[in-house]
């Protein structure tokens, strides 16, 4: 069973998936645990703002965003997590960098988006 922390979350989430072009949370790994983060941080807008003419999401426009908004050190860090499920080369933020910016249901968030990826 997923855990969301509230229904913005949830609905963020499968909103991110159906821009994605992805039936369910189970149907890719990868873009599930993605969606499933960036809904936690309620930015959905702003990360659906990067996706291209081909529902791809351009991730250097999506770093360039995080790093220029006014989003929060925890926001900035699970979204720049959240990359690392997509494309594994573009954000070098650690496990242990993002931990240390949350307060405990964001580590609970983060733990269940890499069950969710692995």
Partial sequence: MIFYKNKLH????????KKFQTPSISANKERAAFSYLVG??????????CF??????????LIET?????????????????????????????LTEVMNTLDDINITIIKQAIDIRY
């Fill in 52 to 61: 291209d003419e081909n529902n791809m999401i351009d991730l250097n426009l």
């Fill in 66 to 94: 995080i790093e220029r908004k006014d989003f929060s050190s925890s926001e900035k860090s699970m979204l720049k997590f959240a990359i690392q499920f997509i494309n594994q080369n573009i954000s070098n933020i650690t």
């Fill in 10 to 17: 949830e609905e963020g989430t499968k909103k991110l998936l």
């Fill in 40 to 49: 936690a941080t309620n930015r959905i807008e702003s990360v659906i703002a």
